[in-house]
């Protein structure tokens, strides 16, 4: 059964040349020793080139040579036993037959051509946005033409480093893959595909074609959740660190972070350092509400994220306030404490009737309570956290001077020449100034001061304070007594004998100290031996007859 569509040219050339063998050698010429050549013997050209085929007979009356191809052809030449043509634009593999006939004897000869072509596409087909470590990666490499394709070879790269190879296959396109298992340090990586056609068994070469590069990204997300640190509650317009952090990521650096509090997005700040990343913000809550922060990170395409809620709360007061910050003396004061709904406020100690209600005070004012302090605390409790906040405010009393009895001596008896302090003090508001004055002179006594007391420092002094608020006046006696003659004659004389007493002493001392160091000369013209001191300096000699 014939198949039906049209004949490839190729199958016509082999049908004829296989009838020529068969049909047209005549009997007993088969192994005669004349050949015919066909040249060049099985060459191998690029596509669409041109060629230059010789059929040459080694027969000395060889005639009717021709070349049988199905490529366009064209005689450029003949002589004696050889006949030459020019084959135009070779574009495929096929099978030239040679013939001609010697002494009546037909005779054949045939060469094969391979066309070489190299590939039109070689593109390594796009990478994945991010690659997950740890996971395969397919690497795709597509090639387009390329002959022949036993000769063709795939090689799937990282940068130098060849990851695999593999033929190309009959497919058009063709397509290589290779599996990968991504690791970090190909990350940033560029990953290709290269063909190699092989001809250098046919005397050509190694012709290699590469597709551009394309870059790989890997990236390691783990599988905790990020840190976020936020307080469980804080006060409306009141701002408060935010803070999240992850570690393990890879590379952290190029990891998204994303901080908000509830539909407002935060500014953060972010900051990677090796595997760990870091983003911190503040935020702040505009009104009394639970809200819920939300810390996203995204790698690639994984993203990770933790959820806080935080309720915010309003702590408004306590507020203290004075009616008369400066009362006068004998006037009534009203001390208030208030704060804000859910606050319960104490003052000096006494709680208001109920949170949300203020408390009072109410003082008659006196010079006591000049500079007094009152305190007021106010508490809220939040998540059953008990938030405590003071105010304090001190009352000014405006009273007139007073010159304290206690510590301002009405009799004073002091000794001549000797240093005392007047320690007389005024107490009033404004500060009064306080003078002592001596009765009918105006020589005035130093007060709070120390000074030498003198015999005629004797007398009565006024002692006065005055302020805008009034006049206070104390009377002061001093009695200032002479030294006794008597006592300091004795006292004289006490000195003096103790005095030669510490003399005598010191001679009785020196006499001792020098009895022990004495030396004595024993004299030769006496037959007494006086003895007689010698002076410390000399040395010690003895005469002897």
Sequence with gaps: MMPSGPVPRACWTSFISLLLVCCLLPPGTQGQEFHLRVEPQNPVVPAGESLLVNCSIDCPNAELISLETSLLKESVGSGLGWAAFHLSSVT??????????CSGSQMIGFSNITVYRF????????????????????????????????????????????????????????????????????HGANFSCRTELDLRSQGLGLFQN?????????????????????????EVETSWPVNCTLDGLFPASEAQVQLALGDQMLNATVVSHNNTLTATATAKAEQESTQEIVCNVTLGDVSRETREKVKAYSFQGPNLTLREPNATEGTTVTVTCAAGPRVQVTLDGVPAAAPGQPAHLQLNATAKDDRRTFFCNA?????????????????????????????????????????????????????????????????????????????????????????????DILTVMMDVQGRNPTAITIALA????????????????????????????????????????????????????
């Design 210 to 234: 590469s597709s551009d590069p394309r870059k790989l990204r890997t990236f390691a997300m783990p599988m905790t959740r990020p840190r976020l640190v936020v307080p469980h509650f804080s």
């Design 92 to 101: 495929g593999d096929t099978q030239l037959l040679c013939s001609g006939f």
């Design 494 to 545: 006490l000195l003096t004998i103790l005095g030669l007493v510490i003399l005598a002493a010191a001679l009785l001392y020196v006499f001792g100290v020098q009895k022990r160091h004495d030396i004595y000369h024993v004299r030769q013209s006496s037959t007494q031996m006086p003895l007689e001191p010698k002076q410390p300096d000399e040395a010690v000699a003895l005469e002897l007859s």
């Design 379 to 471: 508490t809220l409790e939040v998540h059953g956290v008990i938030l405590h906040r003071n105010r304090s405010v001190q009352l000014r009393v405006l009273y007139g001077p007073k010159i304290d009895r206690d510590k301002c001596p009405q009799r004073l008896t002091w000794k001549d020449r000797t240093m005392h302090i007047l320690q007389c003090q005024a107490r009033g508001n404004p500060n009064p100034k306080l003078q002592c004055l001596r009765e009918g002179s105006m020589f005035k006594l130093p007060v709070g001061i120390p000074f030498l007391v003198m015999l005629n420092y004797s007398g009565t002094y006024y002692c006065r304070a005055a302020s805008s608020r009034g006049t």
């Design 119 to 186: 590939p039109e596409r070689v593109e390594l087909a796009p990478l994945p946005r991010w690659q997950p470590v740890g996971e395969n990666l397919i690497l795709h490499c597509v090639v387009s033409g390329g002959a022949p394709r036993d000769r063709l070879t795939v090689v799937l790269l990282r940068e130098e480093e060849e990851l695999g190879r593999q033929p190309v296959g009959k497919g058009e396109p063709a397509e290589v893959t290779v599996r990968v298992l991504a690791r970090r340090d190909h």
